[in-house]
């Protein structure tokens, strides 16, 4: 499975951002999830979505992201809303077959980070 990460960019706060990440090869039954990074830092679990639509957010993005999948397409989103300075990092999609993974080493498939940079 190789994923392609898109969609970050330079956003004042308050503001909204969608990335996108496709993947190519199979992913069924698959567990999606998005990771941010900032420089010195672990990476940090963001959010993750089963094949049937199910969700869990770290607690920092819960009820300002939004996971999601279409399976169709083999794509996966994460809607950021009302943005936060906080959340300037290195964001990176990944994909699991291990049940709800939430840290990096639970995800065996890793796309190249898009960064995301919030001011004030």
């Known amino acids: 499975v190789q994923l392609q990460a898109s969609g970050g960019g330079s956003v004042q706060a308050g503001d909204s951002l969608r990335l996108s990440c496709a993947a190519s090869?199979?992913?069924?039954?698959?567990?999606m999830g998005w990771f941010r990074q900032v420089p010195g830092k672990e990476r940090d679990f963001v959010a993750v979505?089963?094949?049937?639509?199910?969700?869990s957010y770290a607690n920092s993005v819960e009820g300002r992201f939004t996971i999601s999948r279409d399976n169709a397409k083999n794509t996966v989103a994460l809607q950021m809303n009302d943005l936060k300075p906080e959340d300037t990092a290195l964001y990176y999609c990944?994909?699991?077959?291990?049940?709800?993974?939430?840290?990096?080493?639970?995800?065996?498939?890793w796309g190249q980070g898009t960064q995301v940079t919030v001011s004030s």
């Open positions: 990944a994909a699991s077959y291990k049940n709800w993974p939430r840290i990096p080493s639970e995800f065996r498939y």
């Open positions: 979505i089963d094949w049937g639509g199910s969700t």
């Open positions: 090869g199979r992913t069924l039954n698959s567990y």
